[in-house]
C-alpha cells in the first residue's frame, strides 16, 4: 500500500509560480509510474502530467505543456510539479497519483492517490 501526500498549494496571482511537491511511503517508489491530476469544483478530475518510473519519460497535457514540468527523485521518494505562468482557469485541487503500470492518461489507470493540494489562482 502506498500512500501520497501533496504540499505546495495556495495563493498566486495571475502569471505566478507554484511547485508543487508530493512524498510516497508504504512501497518501492521507483516501481510506479507518477501522476498528477486536477479538479475544480464541479469537474471532472484531468490529467495534467505524468512521469516514467524512471523520469526519463514525461508526458503533458496539451494545456500544460511549456508552462508546466515534472520531476521525481527515487532517492527521497519524491515527484514535484513546477507550475509557471499559471492561470485563474487552472485554480483546482491537484493530486498526485501512483501507477503500476505506464502512466497513462487516465485517471483509472493509477493505483494510488493522496489527498490532493488546493491551488487557487487569482485574476
Known amino acids: 500500500q502506498v500512500q501520497l501526500v501533496e504540499s505546495g498549494g495556495g495563493l498566486v496571482q495571475a502569471g505566478g509560480s507554484l511547485r508543487l511537491s508530493c512524498v510516497a511511503s508504504g512501497g518501492t517508489f521507483s516501481r510506479y509510474a507518477m501522476g498528477w491530476f486536477r479538479q475544480a469544483p464541479g469537474k471532472e478530475r484531468e490529467f495534467v502530467a505524468a512521469?516514467?518510473?524512471?523520469?526519463?519519460?514525461?508526458h503533458y497535457a496539451d494545456s500544460v505543456k511549456g508552462r508546466f514540468t515534472i520531476s521525481r527523485d527515487n532517492a527521497k521518494n519524491m515527484v514535484d510539479l513546477q507550475m509557471n505562468s499559471l492561470k485563474p482557469e487552472e485554480s483546482a485541487v491537484y493530486y498526485c497519483a501512483a501507477d503500476r503500470g505506464q502512466g497513462g492518461t487516465a485517471a483509472d489507470d493509477y493505483d494510488y492517490w493522496g489527498q490532493g493540494t488546493q491551488v487557487t489562482v487569482s485574476s
Open positions: 512521469i516514467s518510473w524512471s523520469g526519463r519519460m514525461t
